[in-house]
């Protein structure tokens, strides 16, 4: 189910009989045809164990399911809208970052921790990134927003990314994270900027980086 882009802020999605789509609760800016849009209590294709996993977190993002036939209209907060299509791979991103995406996409949660060990764990507690971080498999597209404009930047082996934790929107790819800092601990006392700390990716795929550093 491709995402029409009508402007850098809004998107619209072809609805069909059979299909569900998921959005973000408060992001359906207009519709046509015979819509429904249903409170989803199971956190998407990933059911109730992703749900639970961001529930942990503090970081659960209510989401709506979205099925019938019809156009429907999508923008939230005026934020820009980045569209990205998946074939076959996974996307990793920030749950409140989701605006809507394909209801064929399975959905999970992806423990950062498991990707740098204790510097992931340090990463969301740093920088204010979480701890939970949704995946999005499979064959369709995706909506995510992000402050000012978008830039994919390919990530491949032997040469590895560095980018500020707070303009990071999403990655896809066999990518692993850590988080660096560029100066001593010495240095960082006192300094309040986000600069101070690095995130790492390598391997082979792309991360979005938003044209900002402020959070949504």
Avoid at 71 to 97: C, K, P, S
Avoid at 133 to 143: D, E, I, M
């Amino acid at each position: 189910m491709p995402f029409r882009e009508i402007n850098s802020k809004m998107v619209e999605a072809t609805v069909v009989p059979g299909q569900k789509m998921y959005s973000q609760r408060g992001a359906m800016l207009a519709y046509r045809g015979d819509v429904s849009f249903t409170p989803n209590m199971q956190g998407g294709q990933g059911g109730l164990a992703s749900m639970i996993g961001r529930r942990v977190a503090n970081e659960a993002t209510p989401l709506m399911t979205v099925e019938g036939s019809g156009t429907v209209m999508f923008g939230h907060g005026g934020h820009h809208i980045q569209v990205i299509a998946l074939a076959g791979d996974t996307l990793y991103v920030e749950a409140d970052r989701l605006l809507a995406f394909d209801g064929t996409l399975q959905q999970s949660t992806m423990f950062m921790g498991s990707q740098g060990g204790v510097m992931g764990m340090v990463r969301g507690q740093v920088t204010g990134q979480g701890l939970f971080t949704t995946s999005l498999k499979g064959h369709g597209s995706v909506a995510v927003m992000a402050h000012g404009g978008v830039i994919e930047l390919p990530i491949t082996p032997g040469r590895d990314v560095h980018v500020d934790p707070q303009a990071y929107v999403a990655h896809h790819g066999d990518v692993r994270n850590k988080l660096s800092t560029a100066l001593g601990w010495r240095d960082m006392v006192g300094r309040g900027s986000g600069e101070a700390f690095q995130l790492e990716l390598s391997g082979n795929g792309a991360v979005y980086v938003q044209a900002s550093e402020e959070k949504l």
